[in-house]
């Protein structure tokens, strides 16, 4: 069984650079099947994609993030990280890691538990 | 940018009822290929979304056949036959036939009665 577990600080201050760590275990990220992902959620709201990334470290990003967004993969650690620089209240959220499927390209098929990270002085 | 848009946003629905959301997107999900990219995902209260249908009406492995899609090229309809307690959730529509952006809808609140 696949799982993703998502890490890192709940607190950044305004300004700052926001650093999760998405851990698969169950799987390996080295896979060529699927990509790996971010999305968050800020309270009470819907689902915005951040970005994603292939085991050669190929990535892509939603271009309203993409000059603050940086995906990287360790696939020797078989985890994925997500920068995302120059944070405000507005990146306040839910961040969630999950994979998706290269075949059927909509597929996020597993999620991680999801990680609340609070932007605040 | 393919705008993707849910009605209604909340319904309430006594056990054992049919329920029904409605997702229109900005632009045809048809693709080339001849697939529909559009994808529908029920996030439980506290919980990460969870893939229910896939390609407009493909169930997902483990996903009860009270769960159906349909529609093609904007319009799509997500139907229980009859919803359960555990249905309730906030469902969303999604499109990845603009990647590698992917966007959701709003979200359709489903409440019991």
């Known amino acids: 069984q696949v799982q993703l577990q998502e890490s890192g600080p709940g607190l950044v201050k305004p300004s700052q650079t926001l650093s999760l760590t998405c851990t698969v275990s169950g799987g390996s990220i080295s896979s060529g099947s699927y990509y790996w992902s971010w999305i968050r959620q800020p309270a009470g709201k819907g689902l915005e994609w951040i970005g994603r990334i292939y085991t050669s470290g190929s990535t892509n990003y939603n271009p309203s993030l993409k000059s603050r967004v940086t995906i990287s993969v360790d696939t020797s650690k078989n985890q994925f990280s997500l920068k995302l620089s120059s944070v405000t209240a507005a990146d306040t959220a839910v961040y969630y890691c999950?994979?998706?499927?290269?075949?059927?390209?909509?597929?996020?098929?597993?999620w991680g538990q999801g990680t609340l990270v609070t932007v605040s002085s | 940018d393919i705008v993707m848009t849910q009605t209604p946003l909340s319904l309430s629905v006594t056990p054992g009822q049919p329920a029904s959301i409605s997702c229109k997107s900005s632009q045809s999900l048809l693709h080339s290929d001849g697939k529909t990219y559009l994808y529908w995902y029920l996030q439980k209260p506290g919980q990460p979304p969870q893939l229910l249908i896939y390609?407009?009406?493909n169930r997902f492995s483990g996903v009860p056949d009270r769960f159906s899609g349909s529609g093609s090229g904007t319009d799509f309809t997500l139907k229980i036959s009859r919803v359960e307690a555990e249905d309730v959730g906030v469902y969303y529509c999604?499109?990845?036939?603009?990647?590698?952006?992917?966007?959701f809808g709003q979200g359709t609140k489903l409440e019991i009665k």
């Open positions: 999604m499109q990845s036939i603009q990647l590698p952006r992917y966007t």
């Open positions: 999950a994979r998706v499927s290269v075949e059927v390209a909509g597929t996020f098929d597993y």
């Open positions: 390609e407009v009406s």
